[in-house]
């Protein structure tokens, strides 16, 4: 057998799981889908003593509209998203991102809340969380709170989260209708983590110029970053081949602790960066309505 | 470690068990129930060697443990044919999809999860669905040509 041993246990509601990590402390790892934590145990990477199985927990796994917003559950498979119609039609960022996670038999069992809580700098949610103002609701034995994605991501796999919290849902704000959106990325096969990425979100007024930006990047620093310089300066222009070209030069620069490593050198990944920026705002411009 | 009492169906079949929490889908089927037809390659996801079905859908079951199989109706590459092969089976066959073998459940699986989904696929996405699953001998030209044979097998069969 490959991983560690460790303890196992099925909570059957949110409030038993929590009680279990109050208790446990940082010794006790959730379990989500496993898409992560499970190579990180077999190539013992990760030692937990006691796994807490979260996939039995009813209520987690619902996605639901309330006004203006759609919010996930923590355990909403990422095969659910992909193709729930709700999701497609209100934030068909998040769907299409979805077909770039990892391949479909990864999908079936990875979830959103275990890919947002486990802060992969190259993984898309993070970044769509970022792009779109998501907030992640988070929960622990003794109280509720709620993290702009902003705050989440910290580090290289690194999140907000404290030892006995859970991440629970994620709320998304539905874009306005005619907002433009477009994720892109570059990675050596379909379904391989990206090397450089971009998702975007862009809203354009009655005449013509840019209203609202916002740009997120993966897959080239330490956590996905917002390009918010780059924002400022699309903002009130008009969406033309050059403002584009001038602001992915300028979301470049918002790399400020590059990701380096055998797939990719700090060198390339912000070369692609650029590209990248380029073809998401191209793609989102063309989409944007008024 | 406390070992958990597991209780799933293996190709139609009511399995219960007691097993170690470490111990992977993939382990259990292969070690405990002798069906060594699912192949373990890298044991961390991105192989496709290992491909099962869990309630219809294609999962890696070297990403999986044993114990959160609980309740599940899974699917081997021993339980796909009942008289004779499959017809995804017999496309690979017939076209050369295999040589060695060793990663032709995982990929006769997939395939046969895909064709489920998505009946009349383009080659385009063949290509995609099968992009998670390494082939290290036939090449994997022979292995879209027969995954789109084995689609008109089954539709023939509808
Ligand atoms: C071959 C392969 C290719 C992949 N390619 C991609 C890709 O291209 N893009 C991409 O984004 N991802 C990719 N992944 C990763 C995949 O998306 C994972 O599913 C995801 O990163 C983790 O989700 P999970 O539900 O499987 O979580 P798990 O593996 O169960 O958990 C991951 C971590 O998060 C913690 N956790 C889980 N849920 C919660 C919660 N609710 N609250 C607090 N902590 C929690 C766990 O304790 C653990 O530390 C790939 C994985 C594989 C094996
Ligand atoms: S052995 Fe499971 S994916 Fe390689
Ligand atoms: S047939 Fe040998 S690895 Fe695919």
């Known amino acids: 057998m490959k991983p560690p041993p460790f303890d196992y246990i099925r909570p059957r509601g949110l409030d038993e799981a929590l009680a279990i990590l109050a208790t446990h402390g940082p010794d006790a790892r959730p379990l989500a889908g496993g898409q992560s934590l499970i190579?990180?145990?077999?190539?013992?990477?990760?030692r937990p003593s006691l796994l807490v199985d979260l996939a039995f927990i009813p209520g987690l796994a619902d996605v639901q509209a309330e006004n203006g917003t759609v919010v996930l559950g923590a355990m909403v498979r990422q095969r659910t998203v992909e193709r729930d119609a709700l999701i497609?039609?209100?934030?068909?960022?998040?769907?299409?991102?979805?077909?770039?996670?990892?391949?479909?038999?990864?999908?079936?069992?990875?979830?959103?809340?275990?890919?947002?809580?486990?802060?992969?700098?190259?993984?898309?949610?993070?970044?769509?969380?970022?792009?779109?103002?998501?907030?992640?609701?988070?929960?622990?034995?003794?109280?509720?709170?709620?993290?702009?994605?902003?705050?989440?991501?910290?580090d290289l796999f690194t999140t907000a989260l404290a030892p006995g919290e859970l991440l629970t849902a994620v709320r998304i704000p539905v874009p306005p209708p005619g907002a433009g959106w477009a994720i892109q990325e570059i990675a050596r096969r379909h379904g391989d983590f990206a090397?450089?990425?971009?998702?975007?979100?862009?809203?354009?007024?009655?005449?013509?110029?840019?209203?609202?930006?916002?740009?997120?990047?993966?897959g080239v620093?330490?956590?996905?970053l917002r390009a918010t310089a780059a924002e400022h300066a699309l903002?009130?222009?008009p969406l033309t081949a050059e403002s584009i070209r001038e602001a992915a030069a300028l979301a470049v620069e918002a790399i400020d602790e590059p990701l380096s490593d055998v797939h990719g050198s700090a060198a390339y990944r912000q070369r692609m960066a650029g590209a990248v920026v380029r073809r998401a705002l191209e793609e989102a411009s063309r989409r944007a309505g008024t | 470690m406390a070992r958990v009492s597991i209780g799933l169906t293996v190709n139609g079949q009511a399995v219960s068990a007691e097993v170690e929490p470490r111990m992977t889908l993939?382990?259990?089927?292969?070690?405990?129930?002798?069906?060594?037809?699912?192949k373990l390659g890298c044991e961390h996801g991105v192989c496709g060697a290992c491909t099962v079905l869990i309630d219809g859908a294609a999962v890696r079951s070297c990403l999986m443990l044993a114990?959160?199989?609980?309740?599940?109706?899974?699917?081997?590459?021993?339980?796909?044919?009942?008289?004779?092969?499959?017809?995804?089976?017999?496309?690979?066959?017939?076209?050369?999809?295999?040589?060695c073998g060793f990663c032709t459940p995982g990929m006769v699986l997939t395939a046969y999860a895909f064709l489920q989904e998505r009946p009349d696929p383009s080659d385009e996405e063949i290509r995609e669905a099968?992009?998670?699953?390494?082939?290290?001998?036939?090449?994997y030209q022979n292995i879209v040509v027969a995954v789109r044979a084995a689609a008109e097998k089954l539709a023939g069969a509808r």
């Open chain 2, 67 to 99: 114990v959160q199989a609980e309740g599940a109706d899974v699917l081997t590459i021993e339980g796909l044919s009942h008289n004779g092969l499959h017809p995804v089976q017999e496309a690979y066959w017939e076209h050369h999809g295999l040589q």
């Open chain 2, 26 to 38: 993939a382990d259990f089927l292969r070690d405990e129930l002798g069906l060594t037809g699912t």
């Open chain 1, 235 to 237: 903002t009130g222009q």
């Open chain 1, 39 to 46: 190579p990180l145990l077999n190539l013992r990477l990760a």
């Open chain 1, 221 to 224: 620093a330490t956590r996905p």
């Open chain 1, 88 to 154: 497609a039609q209100r934030v068909p960022l998040l769907a299409e991102a979805t077909r770039l996670v990892g391949h479909p038999p990864i999908r079936n069992r990875g979830t959103i809340g275990g890919s947002l809580a486990h802060a992969d700098p190259s993984a898309e949610y993070p970044a769509i969380a970022l792009a779109l103002d998501a907030e992640l609701v988070v929960r622990s034995a003794s109280r509720e709170r709620v993290v702009p994605a902003r705050d989440f991501f910290v």
């Open chain 1, 195 to 218: 090397l450089a990425g971009a998702a975007v979100l862009l809203r354009q007024a009655g005449d013509g110029t840019c209203e609202h930006a916002a740009i997120a990047l993966f």
């Open chain 2, 130 to 139: 099968l992009a998670g699953n390494l082939c290290r001998c036939t090449g």
